[in-house]
């Protein structure tokens, strides 16, 4: 059970929770259904021959389970007026023996339902032994996937709150929080586009919306001056790199880690002469020549106490002319290539809209 239970991915880990309910028992199919009490219905969460399926929560041999806690094991589906067929129709098969049981959080709440389907033996007959057999790999299956929801509501709680804590760092600089959102999205695309593995990718977009948190500590007669900074104003300025790498490094979180080297980075340039450390080329990470691209581009784009918005035309050229010098290459070549897309996602998320992440 070890496989099962270090699986990360929901799919895979429930076709392997349905794999083991079907081999205890000689099942031909076996499904895991979850209980969404707001909404009322039951679906499937996985299994054997079957896709993602809803029912109403009381509908069927799993609804019975769910409402009322008790195991089923059935010999002639078609023979029981609990008996939903709606999935049978929709996949095309034939139902005939079946064991049903409900599993339980860790605080006793029912959240679902271990079906077992069609006895492959002679008989073709579930027994009280294969019913007793499954309550195991049920109450595993329970124990299991409450991990994973809880394990995921964590990531999907770090995700939040590193865009929130980005927000704040926007707005002391009186810049809209769906900057944030546009630089995350721009580098998850470059990112895609640039070769990158999806999974490293949306690392990338969840930590990029941390990349000016740093900016928090800079004194407003600084970060909202309208006019050019003096050379010691952006002497200081240029430290929001190294608070917020500061902010997070120490952190163990794989997020957060990545976090702290955007921070850090974001400034630096191809050719040496960026800020805070003066890294170049392949020295800087790929995360910050990344969110380099995505944060000029967006900057250049919109209004600042600064400065008005920039003519995309204006933008392009500036990209093309800081090629190898602010920006690697390779990644404005792709950026430009594809510059459409890019512009799809600026038009989708503009200032003012409720749009979210």
């Known amino acids: 059970m070890t496989k099962i239970t270090v699986e990360t991915n929901i799919k895979k880990m429930v076709m392997n929770l349905a794999d083991l309910g079907k081999e205890l028992v000689a099942a031909d199919r ?3 259904w979850l209980h969404e009490a707001n909404e009322k219905i039951l679906w499937t969460v996985g299994g054997h021959g079957v896709q993602k399926v ?7 041999f799993v609804g019975h389970c769910v409402k009322t806690g008790d195991a ?4 002639d589906a078609y023979a029981d007026q609990r008996f939903n067929r709606t999935v049978d129709i929709e996949t095309g098969y034939s139902t005939t023996s079946v064991i049903c049981i409900p599993f339980h959080n860790t605080e006793g709440e029912i959240i679902g339902a271990f079906q077992a389907i069609n006895k492959q033996t002679d008989t073709q007959i579930f027994s009280i032994d294969d019913l007793e057999v499954l309550k195991i790999a049920a109450n595993f299956t329970g124990k299991s996937l409450e991990a994973f929801i809880l394990r995921n509501e964590l990531v999907e709680t770090q995700k939040e709150i590193i865009v929130r804590m980005g927000e704040i760092g926007e707005s002391r600089s009186q810049e809209t929080g769906f900057h944030v959102k546009r630089v995350a999205k721009y580098s998850y695309l470059l990112a895609c586009l640039s070769g990158i593995p999806e999974a490293e990718a949306l690392k990338l977009k969840y930590a990029s919306p941390m990349h000016d948190i740093g900016k928090v500590a800079i004194p407003d007669s600084i970060l909202l001056k ?5 050379e010691k104003e952006f002497e200081l300025m240029k430290q929001h790199t190294t608070i917020g790498h500061n902010v997070f490094n120490k952190s163990k979180r794989e997020l957060l880690q990545i ?3 955007i921070a850090n980075e974001h400034h630096e340039r191809w050719d040496g002469q960026g800020y805070p450390e003066g890294k170049q080329a392949e020295d ?3 995360y910050g020549r990344i969110t380099a691209i995505a944060d000029v581009f967006d900057a250049l784009g919109s209004d ?11 933008i392009t050229a500036y990209m093309k002319e800081e090629r190898n010098k602010q920006f690697e290459g390779r990644l404005v070549d792709i950026f430009i290539e594809n510059l459409d897309r890019f512009i799809l996602i600026r038009d ?3 200032d003012g809209s409720e749009e979210a992440i």
């Open 284 to 286: 800087i990470h790929i």
């Open 54 to 60: 809803s029912i109403p929560e009381d509908s069927g």
């Open 72 to 75: 089923l094991l059935i010999e």
């Open 259 to 261: 976090a702290a080297i």
């Open 348 to 350: 989708e998320f503009v």
């Open 304 to 314: 600042r106490v600064y400065k008005k918005a920039w003519p995309l035309e204006k």
């Open 30 to 32: 076996c499904t895991v």
């Open 226 to 230: 309208p006019g050019k900074l003096s």
